[in-house]
């Protein structure tokens, strides 16, 4: 009931059709299985409007991992530009989008490289009592851990896995971080939140090289999501990929707050219209198919 709540605050006094809602995600198994909570009947039976939910099944009953989800709005924004377009959205999890200078659906390349904020907001939690790290002044204050950064690039597998791969906060959450902190019993959480900025970008850039082969290449990359108001970790970004210009989204027009939100309501009007919105070059789906279940009575 509490994320219905929440829907209620920001839905009051508006109007809307349909509500399309992603819910948050507690459990993501590459490939087999994607639960999230947010019960869509509650939000039914206060606005009798249709709900479209649970977007990421279809696509892994497809054959496919069932995320990342972005590139098909990556695709929709950037397939008419006649270049070659890089976009990285770092949310909870970070993920990368491909859309080449043709512009053609079945060629995106898109991939989960690992934590986004993740591990950032999770120690925050765990021992400051705190949501976020909020404009990085937690993490400015500490000094990264060498040790401890080439421990985690050397032993995070997913990092280097190839794609299609995408992941959540069960391989990089909670577990992760008192894993860490049971290991580096001495370390200070501002160390820990400085070096798992450094560690976050350095999997970033890792993935950018080793997939995308953008080493030595000059590259425009337009980057979303809350991690863009973390001066810490957009810092390391820059240092760990020297070559890349990088672009906020918002000074192109899409708000990098909103570009989830977007994407579940871009999903949600291809649902309710029938149109397939899972990218099977991204997921690795056998087909095309349709995203979300509709609730109604």
């Not at 006094?13 to 992603?22: Q, T």
């Not at 850039?205 to 863009?228: C, H």
Request: aromatic share 8%; hydrophobic share 40%; glycine share 10%.
């Amino acid at each position: 009931m509490r994320f219905f709540g929440s829907v209620k605050i920001f839905l009051k006094g508006r109007h809307v059709d349909i509500i399309a809602s992603h819910g948050q995600t507690i459990s993501h198994k590459d490939g087999y299985s994607s639960i999230q909570i947010g019960e869509p009947k509650f939000m039914y039976r206060e606005y009798n409007i249709p709900i479209i939910y649970n977007f990421r099944q279809a696509d892994i009953n497809a054959g496919g991992n069932g995320a990342p989800l972005m590139p098909f709005l990556d695709w929709l924004f950037f397939k008419d530009k006649k270049k070659n377009i890089i976009t990285l959205n770092i949310g909870g999890i970070a993920n990368i989008s491909y859309i080449n200078k043709i512009g053609n659906r079945d060629s995106v390349i898109g991939f989960d490289t690992g934590p986004g904020m993740a591990l950032i907001d999770e120690v925050s939690n765990l021992y400051l009592g705190k949501n976020m790290d909020k404009d990085g002044k937690d993490s400015s204050k500490g000094e990264v851990d060498e040790e401890l950064l080439n421990q985690l690039i050397s032993n995070q597998e997913f990092i280097y896995k190839k794609p299609p791969k995408s992941t959540g906060r069960d391989m990089f959450g909670a577990n992760l971080v008192k894993d860490i902190c049971k290991q580096k019993s001495n370390i200070t959480i501002n160390n820990l939140l400085r070096t798992l900025c450094a560690f976050t970008a350095k999997s970033i850039s890792i993935n950018l090289e080793m997939f995308l082969n953008i080493k030595g290449k000059k590259i425009d990359m337009i980057v979303s999501g809350g991690g863009v108001n973390h001066f810490v970790l957009m810092n390391d970004l820059k240092k760990y990929v020297p070559n890349a210009n990088i672009i906020i989204s918002d000074s192109i027009g899409i708000k990098s707050n909103m570009k989830e939100s977007l994407l579940m309501a871009v999903l949600g009007v291809a649902r309710f219209t029938n149109l397939s919105a899972n990218m099977p070059s991204v997921t690795g789906a056998k087909k095309k198919v349709l995203l979300g279940d509709i609730f109604t009575v």
